[in-house]
C-alpha cells in the first residue's frame, strides 16, 4: 500500500517537472530544480527592494570589488518564476563594471531564459528593476 502510494507520489512530481519543463523551458526548469545565488549578503555595497504590482517582493545584494560585481544575490517572497529571474539578475551583474550592469533589463533576462508564459514575464521585469536599483543604491554611496 505504502509503496503504491509512492509510485504514485513520484508518478505525479514527475508529471508536474515535465510541465514545468514544457511551460518554463530548460534554461528556467533547470534553474528552478537548482536554485543559485539565493540569499542575503551582509553589509552589501549595493541593495536594491522593490514590490511589483503582483505584490511580491524582490531584493538584490551587491558587493563590488575592484570595479566589479564580485558577488550578487537574491531573497524573494515570489513565485518560482520571480525566484529563477532574480537568480538570474545575480548571475548576469556578477563580473560585471557597474556600466555594464545599467545593460540588464528585462529582456536580457528574458533572452536569457529564451522567453517565460506571457503571465510570468512580469517577473523578469521585476528583477531587473531591482538589479538597477541596487546598482544606484551602490552608485550614491559616497566613495571610500
Ligand atoms: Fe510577481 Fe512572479 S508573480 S514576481
Sequence with gaps: ???EFDVFVRDLQEQVYEEARREYGEAAYERWRDPQ???VLEDPDGYGRLTGS???TMEIFLRVQGERVAEA???TDGCGSSAVCGSFAAELARGKT???VTDIS???ILAVLGGLPE????????????????????MRKPAG
Design 106 to 108: 528585462g529582456e536580457t
Design 1 to 3: 500500500m505504502a509503496d
Design 119 to 138: 503571465e510570468d514575464r512580469h517577473c523578469a521585469f521585476l528583477a531587473a528593476a531591482t538589479l538597477q536599483d541596487a546598482l544606484e543604491s551602490y
Design 37 to 39: 545565488y539565493e540569499g
Design 54 to 56: 503582483c505584490g511580491d
Design 98 to 100: 557597474p556600466e555594464e
Design 73 to 75: 544575490t537574491y531573497r
